[in-house]
């Protein structure tokens, strides 16, 4: 189970959206901390800072309980599974959003691939107050 969350929040990297940006497609090297505007902002400073191991604003990115659950998550690894997920984060290039599906005012769903893969994951987002946080993969 730890295995699989970890894989899945290494893929919450693939996700993000930045002003400067008019496409789907956002390569690593546009990856930016832009905020937590809109469910793309949320999910791009979250993979941002995934990206550069800065665990205060990766759980900054997330909701409440998503929180508690990567917080426990970091808590059961060792620093040597630690150093294998920062790597392992710092290899993805990009990624694609490929649908953004509303379900509610302060609920999105955003499908997505890692590039250069067939790989196609779901993550959801929350509006808390004035800021949309991630609460993590959406199963199907």
Same mark, same amino acid.
């Given at each position: 189970? *730890?295995?699989t969350?970890? =894989?899945?929040l +290494?893929?919450?990297?693939?996700?993000?959206?930045s002003?400067? &940006?008019?496409?789907?497609? @956002?390569?690593?090297? #546009?990856?930016?901390?832009?905020? @937590?505007?809109? /469910?793309?902002?949320a999910?791009? +400073?979250?993979t941002?800072a995934?990206s550069?191991d800065?665990?205060k604003?990766m759980?900054? #990115?997330?909701? /409440?309980e998503? &929180?508690?659950a990567y917080?426990?998550?970091?808590?059961g690894?060792?620093?040597?599974q630690?150093?294998?997920?920062? *790597?392992?984060?710092?290899r993805? /290039? %990009? @990624?694609?959003?490929?649908?953004?599906?509303?379900?509610?005012?302060?609920? =999105?769903i955003?499908?997505? +691939?890692?590039? %250069?893969? #067939?790989?196609?994951?779901?993550?959801?987002?929350? *509006?808390?107050?004035?800021?949309?946080?991630? =609460? %993590?993969?959406? +199963? #199907?």
């Amino acid at each position: 189970m *730890k295995t699989t969350f970890i =894989v899945l929040l +290494s893929g919450l990297l693939l996700c993000g959206c930045s002003k400067k &940006q008019a496409t789907n497609d @956002y390569p690593k090297d #546009s990856w930016a901390f832009v905020g @937590y505007a809109r /469910p793309d902002s949320a999910l791009e +400073s979250w993979t941002w800072a995934l990206s550069r191991d800065d665990t205060k604003v990766m759980l900054q #990115s997330l909701t /409440p309980e998503a &929180q508690k659950a990567y917080e426990k998550l970091l808590a059961g690894q060792t620093d040597a599974q630690r150093a294998e997920a920062a *790597k392992a984060a710092a290899r993805i /290039p %990009g @990624y694609t959003i490929q649908k953004r599906e509303v379900i509610a005012d302060d609920d =999105v769903i955003i499908t997505m +691939s890692i590039t %250069g893969t #067939s790989e196609v994951m779901k993550m959801e987002f929350k *509006k808390i107050g004035n800021d949309w946080k991630l =609460v %993590g993969p959406k +199963s #199907s």
